[in-house]
Nanobody, 123 residues
Framework: QVQLVESGGGVVPPGGSLRLSCAASGSISSINAMGWYRQASGKQRELVAVISNWAGTNFADSVKGRFTCSRDNAKNTVVLQMNSLKPEDTGVYYC?????????????????WGQGTQVTVSS
């Protein structure tokens, strides 16, 4: 069983910064892609940033130049550094892992999700 645990959400004023962290636990051998999605109230979940083994790092256009994303494959962790936050960045941020291979050799092509962490940008 694979679990993703996020931390680091909170309330910040516009222009502020937050750092989100996510750690995947379980009998994991490798993960193809890890990243972050977000869902604002009344809207669909959308990609924020993802780092994959075959395609590198991809960011949503709305966060390019403001957010950075880093990953530690050995520790199965991913971090999202969010700077120059805007009110429209408000939402629940979910950690995602896709394409997980377990130490048993079993490979899952689907998605694992964290429980979500609230980010609120407001003055």
């Amino acid at each position: 069983q694979v679990q993703l645990v996020e931390s680091g959400g909170g309330v910040v004023p516009p222009g502020g910064s937050l750092r989100l962290s996510c750690a995947a636990s379980g009998s994991i051998s490798s993960i193809n892609a890890m990243g972050w999605y977000r869902q604002a109230s009344g809207k669909q979940r959308e990609l924020v940033a993802v780092i994959s083994n075959w395609a590198g790092t991809n960011f949503a256009d709305s966060v390019k130049g403001r957010f950075t994303c880093s990953r530690d494959n050995a520790k199965n962790t991913v971090v999202l550094q969010m700077n120059s936050l805007k009110p429209e960045d408000t939402g629940v941020y979910y950690c995602n892992a896709r394409g997980v291979t377990l130490r048993s050799g079993t490979h899952y092509t689907g998605d694992y999700w964290g429980q979500g962490t609230q980010v609120t940008v407001s003055s």
